[in-house]
Nanobody
Framework: QVHLAESGGGSVQAGDSLRLSCAAS????????MAWFRQAPGKEREFVSR????????RYADSVKGRFTISKDGPKNTMYLQMNSLKPEDTAVYSC???????????????WGQGIQVTVST
């Protein structure tokens, strides 16, 4: 069972940047897909971005397109989410996940990190 650990969250002001990391406890294979989801208080879990580990193909939610960049470091088995021009509506718990399908649906992912808080104030 792979374990995922997020880091890099925190409290920032609108317009600032943060970089989230998601480190896997074991090797990630080219057949895997990894994703970031977020959940704000009182709202459903929302897809943010995903990346295919083999080819590095990426997808983004419309709400973060142009501001967030997902990337990976294969040898380190680590995924990143660079978040620029943060807005108060980006405030949420961000979680990383791994699975075998290229999907924006949280149910397609098998293993999840604990989640990390990102708070953006005005």
């Amino acid at each position: 069972q792979v374990h995922l650990a997020e880091s890099g969250g925190g409290s920032v002001q609108a317009g600032d940047s943060l970089r989230l990391s998601c480190a896997a406890s074991e090797r990630i294979y080219s057949s895997n897909f990894m994703a970031w989801f977020r959940q704000a208080p009182g709202k459903e879990r929302e897809f943010v971005s995903r990346i295919g580990w083999g080819f590095g193909n990426t997808r983004y939610a419309d709400s973060v397109k142009g501001r967030f960049t997902i990337s990976k470091d294969g040898p380190k088995n680590t995924m990143y989410l660079q978040m620029n021009s943060l807005k108060p509506e980006d405030t949420a718990v961000y979680s990383c996940a791994i699975g075998l399908s290229a999907s924006n649906w949280h149910g397609a992912y098998d293993y999840w990190g604990q989640g990390i808080q990102v708070t953006v104030s005005t």
